[in-house]
């Protein structure tokens, strides 16, 4: 499903990704862990070609498509979905129309009020203006909402556990395990909190901008929960020596 | 009000304070064509908001030119509320007369003057004390023939404990058409009445508007005063002023405006608390496209004990030709007064833009769900149906974008 290949990304002139290798098969889910500025987000962006992170060099194949010149709307509608951390506000726009103009845009039509109904979204909340006021969890469940609401065949999740309280974790993370069904996705995180409900196949750990070690999930999460991310420096630092 | 004549003539030769100042006698004093009341004329008032055809108001007043060519209340609301042309209310109610010019100076500019000396038309709306009305009154006014002065003097009279909602539509029949509408509005707000009066404007590049609005508010009356312009005009120049006399008495003032081609536009609104606990707010949203040049002024002075006054303007610009240019004030004078403004003029965040785009959405598409957005009448509390046709609007006038 995605193959990306000694990916190089720049935001400005700093290389944020320097030599990324990843590989993620149809229907299958993974983590990437990491610490702060390591550059997750950085190759959650990449991939959904955000226009402030420039492809310096190497290669992003989707569904078979070398991808990595395509604007980001067109990857949109080839089937690459993302749930921000951080969204924009959107004033004068609310939830619900937006929503509803992505779901008919990509053929799910009404179908995303059950999006709607298992993210525990109120009539109210969709009412709103988009992330104009929105809790942390609120922001989440939108974007997680919006994401799914396109039916796409990649998800990317980027910190869908930061700044959530445990019932919406939980919530999040049930309607995921459920919702990643058949469907790839990558999911970012520096907690790995979400991994108390999901179940990925494959984690990642990426630091300085290069994947220092792959694994499984638990094992991995379980190393860094116990030693930090220094564990995996040092490791990275033996492999490369 | 006495109305001194001689004063007025000389007024004629005075231009507004802001805005661009017209030759009057450019224009056209009476119709050179007689109207009718066609196809035309029908999907015009539709697109400023007033439906001629149904049932959905409960009452309609239609003026073309100088004529009033169409008036009816429905049956079961005629003992709710008088609607007729101004010259019969003065007749029927000399009462009306003392409220002619009470608000608005015949002596202010030229427009004024020249709707003293030559007014034909405008209604007086008077909904009876207690009444509540849940569906819109329904007035518009139409230019038909070519260069013609439109000079029309409303009145409008909310009794006490009275609720309403009033809409009116200005437009023309041709959107090349020459022309001026000179419109005074004077409305008076009884104690504890609420009103949610709705303006729905679409000129074109040659058409000039110069509204003259005074409002007056008692104890307790809530006002809703909305302006929505969409697409161009040639030179536009308000500044409604409005007098909260009694306590807690609440206005509310919102513009939303949509502005292309080489319009050019001077919009105000000018609050005087002078009851004590008194709000009043000011809110503009402005799209700026084309060579269009606007001027957004609101001035908020406070002379009473807790009023509360707030001025908002948000600017888009989409050009770097056109130009937005808001001047905010905000005069106190009691210390336990609070004023407040903030303005905030950009162009389409690159953000929102890339957010949307990441949803599927081409550029263009994003960008115009942005402008939409930003046009947003949703919350100014309109009926359904004229919030679903203002939205039609904003969707042909932004279309092109």
């Known amino acids: 499903m995605l193959k990306i290949e000694n990916l190089h990304v720049a935001v400005r002139d700093r290389l944020i990704l320097k030599g990324v290798n990843l590989e993620v098969g149809d229907g299958e889910v993974h983590v990437i862990f990491g610490p702060n500025g390591s550059g997750k987000s950085t190759l959650a962006m990449a991939i959904m070609g955000h226009p402030e992170y420039r492809i310096v060099s190497g290669r992003i194949i989707f569904d078979g498509e070398d991808i990595t010149e395509k604007p980001i709307d067109e990857r949109a509608r080839m089937g690459i979905s993302i749930a921000f951390q951080n969204p924009p506000k959107l004033h004068g726009i609310r939830l619900k129309d937006l929503l509803a103009r992505i779901a008919s845009e990509n053929g799910v039509g009404e179908k995303f009020l059950e999006i709607v109904d298992k993210l525990n979204i109120s009539r109210e909340h969709l009412s709103r203006y988009v992330n104009v006021g929105f809790s942390g969890g609120e922001i989440k469940r939108c974007e997680i909402a919006q994401a799914l609401a396109s039916n796409p065949k990649l998800l990317i999740l980027d910190e869908p556990d930061s700044g959530v309280d445990v019932e919406n974790l939980e919530l999040i993370g049930r309607f995921l395990s459920e919702s990643l069904r058949n469907r790839s996705a990558l999911i970012i995180t520096h907690h790995g909190h979400i991994l108390r409900h999901l179940k990925p196949m494959k984690a990642h750990v990426l630091i300085d901008g290069m994947i220092a070690c792959e694994g499984d999930p638990e094992q991995i999460l379980s190393r860094i929960m116990r030693d930090g991310y220094r564990w995996c420096e040092r490791c990275r630092l033996m492999r490369g020596g | ?401």
């Open chain 2, 1 to 401: 009000m006495q109305i001194d004549e001689g004063r007025l003539r000389e007024a004629l030769g005075k231009p507004a304070e802001h805005g661009e100042d017209l030759d009057l006698d450019e224009f056209e004093r009476e119709p050179g064509v007689r109207a009718e009341v066609d196809e035309d004329v029908r999907r015009r008032s539709l697109e400023v908001g007033v439906d001629l055809g149904k049932a959905s108001s409960l009452t309609t007043f239609l003026q073309v030119d100088h004529e009033i060519a169409y008036r009816a209340i429905q049956k079961q609301f005629q003992g709710d509320i008088e609607l007729m042309p101004i010259q019969e209310a003065v007749e029927k109610h000399p009462w009306v007369r003392e409220h002619l010019w009470s608000l608005v100076s015949p002596y202010a500019d030229k427009y004024t003057a020249y709707n003293a000396l030559k007014s034909a038309g405008g209604f007086f709306l008077r909904i009876l004390e207690g009444r509540r009305l849940h569906m819109p009154i329904q007035a518009c006014f139409l230019s038909y023939s070519p260069g013609i002065i439109q000079s029309v003097h409303n009145i409008i009279v909310a009794e006490p404990g009275s609720e309403a909602c009033v809409i009116t539509g200005c437009t023309m029949r041709r959107r090349d058409q020459r022309g001026l509408h000179i419109g005074v509005t004077e409305i008076f707000i009884g104690p504890g009445a609420r009103l949610n009066y709705t303006m729905v404007h679409r000129w074109g590049p040659s058409f000039h508007v110069r509204p003259r609005t005074g409002i007056a508010l008692d104890e307790g009356a809530v006002l809703s005063y909305n302006y929505v312009l969409l697409g161009a005009v040639g030179s536009f120049q308000s500044k409604p002023s409005a007098v909260l006399k009694g306590g807690n008495a609440a206005v509310s003032m919102n513009n939303v405006i949509y502005l292309d081609g080489s319009s050019r536009m001077d919009l105000g609104g000018d609050c005087l608390i002078a009851g004590r606990g008194c709000r009043a707010e000011l809110i503009t949203s402005a799209v700026a496209s084309g060579r269009a040049k606007l001027a957004v002024r609101g001035r908020v002075v406070c002379e009473a004990d807790d009023g509360r006054g707030h001025i908002s303007c948000r600017g888009l610009m989409l050009s770097d030709e056109a130009e937005v240019y808001a001047i905010p004030e905000l005069v106190s004078r009691r210390m336990s007064a609070s004023l407040t403004h903030e303005a905030a003029i950009g162009r389409i965040s690159e953000d929102q833009l890339v957010y949307l785009m990441a949803r599927g959405f081409s550029r263009e598409e994003a960008e115009s769900i942005i402008v939409r957005g930003f046009l947003d009448v949703s919350s100014l509390n309109l009926p359904s149906f004229l919030e679903e046709s203002i939205k039609k609007i904003i969707d042909l006038a932004v279309k092109g974008f």
